[in-house]
């Protein structure tokens, strides 16, 4: 048996035969995505990730009611059923015992006590972890489990706390590519939630973390999910590999096709002697400032093979006299290409807010104060007068980096945007291999229209902008000529073509028109904009 199997005040993984009753109970409760919106309603579902509880628990308390139960106290209908299940695991209200083994009557309330989800309280059965279901890419719906949080049980968190799935465990799904692959590394896997997403284009995952409960919630997801995952959970190890430890520690002197992130980023105030049992794991990498994210973008092209691939989220510093460009510019080695996109920036003051909060820590008005302090305190020492939140792409290039491109974009992107910025590095590269741009034919983008604004009477337009109306929504300014060039971008001439006959038209066939045109025309086919025409069979890439 996996010595992260019992780990204690961790859900248990050492009864495969309860775990598959448990998913057969909650199949036949309809605890899905759809089932539970249905139940509570759309709006009420969507408070639950805004962690608010009251709109589903009076929806899920109703629905109880008014289906009923038998004569012996335990739901009668799949509804009921399904009601029960949400008011315990996911709204963490106690209830009777002959609720829970009528709600799951194969694995029963006897074996929910054996996996250590509930414990009793109140003269009845209340969860002691987070199960909720989750649509993933994996060919169907999923539960994950993970530590309740403050919402439904008041009070500061564990500093062990797993978190279960969040806004940054979504985005850096989102984010990830998904093209197949052998060897795929989670560092800092949490409930796992990353993992889940690999194991469906990556045939081998190695999952780390520095907790060992973490670990425990991780592989109890795994095997209650194995059916969906693809897993035989007699043979765990041959698609998951679970290993504790910090950082890159867990997989020295190996490489990978492709790693993913959501590490613990959050830039807290560092205290002389303290240990880690003081840090909040999921978010506290134990270093100053916004080391653990240097560090890792420094390292992680290490653990790649030529190619492949990592996708991770962070925070970053932005001291006084530096932008935040130049700073992540230099901890890039020189052989990662990197494509960075920040977010958002917060200030010292809104920032530190917003992560006390997350942990709770303003329950405790006397420690909030002082740990407010400390977040200033810290930030002033180094400087820094704004913190950035991003997502970071980098490839082990096997040579010199030749792609280097740092974005702020602020606005919604759509989403998943992880096969957009696949097609934006494809277009790189293809940018890269051409031999000469005025020899290929070029397209508009299928999502791209124009914009023109002028003036009333004007007899051209003062403004033409484009709009990408798919992945990262750019909108650009043209200039009349660029305008032009893109309006004829129907595949039949070649860039060089247009450019010539724009020269024509403005008695402009100096070469810097030309030249300048061409630096245009390469930065719209950069940004999606125009895209190269289809290669046929018969025309191979240059």
Sequence with gaps: ???????????????????DRLAADLTAANYTVDGVADLVGTDAYASLERDQTVPALLAARAAQRSEGEDSAGRPDSTESRLAAVVLVFLLGEALPTAVLDGALPS??????????LVEEYDGGLRALIDLRPYSSDTGGGIWVASDLGSHVRPGVLRTDHVLGIGRASLTLAQFATRAPVERALDLGTGCGIQTFHLLAHAEHVTATDVS???????????????????????????????????????????????????????ITPRHSGETRDEQFTYRDGGLAGDDIVSSLIRDLPSVLIPGGSAQLLGNWEIPDG???QSRLAGWLPETADAWIVQREQLTPTH????????????RNPTRFADRFSDYLADFASRSVEHIGFGMVWLRNAGGPATLRRFEEITHELEQPIGPHLVAAVERHDWLGNCRDLVDEHLLVAGDVTEERHQRPGAEHPGVILLRQGAGFRRTTLLSTELAGFVSACDGDLTAGQIIGALASLLDRDDDAFAAALLDEVRNLVADGFLVPEPVSPAKPLP
Excluded: C, K
């Excluded at 035989?232 to 020295?252: F, I, K, M």
């Design 322 to 324: 530096f932008t935040w």
């Design 212 to 266: 060992e409960r973490a670990l425990a919630v991780t592989r109890f997801n795994l095997l209650l999910n194995a059916a969906a995952l693809g897993i035989d959970p007699e043979n765990l190890e041959a698609r998951v590999s679970l290993r504790r430890g910090s950082l890159l520690e867990p997989v020295s002197g190996e490489t990978f096709d492709q790693v993913v992130s959501n590490p613990p980023f959050v």
């Design 351 to 362: 920032y530190a807010e917003t992560w006390l909060r997350d942990a709770a820590e303003n």
């Design 107 to 116: 694995i029963g309330a006897g074996g929910l006590r054996s996996l250590g």
């Design 1 to 19: 048996m996996s010595i992260i199997a019992a780990v204690p005040h961790a859900p248990r993984s050492d009864d495969q035969s309860l775990l």
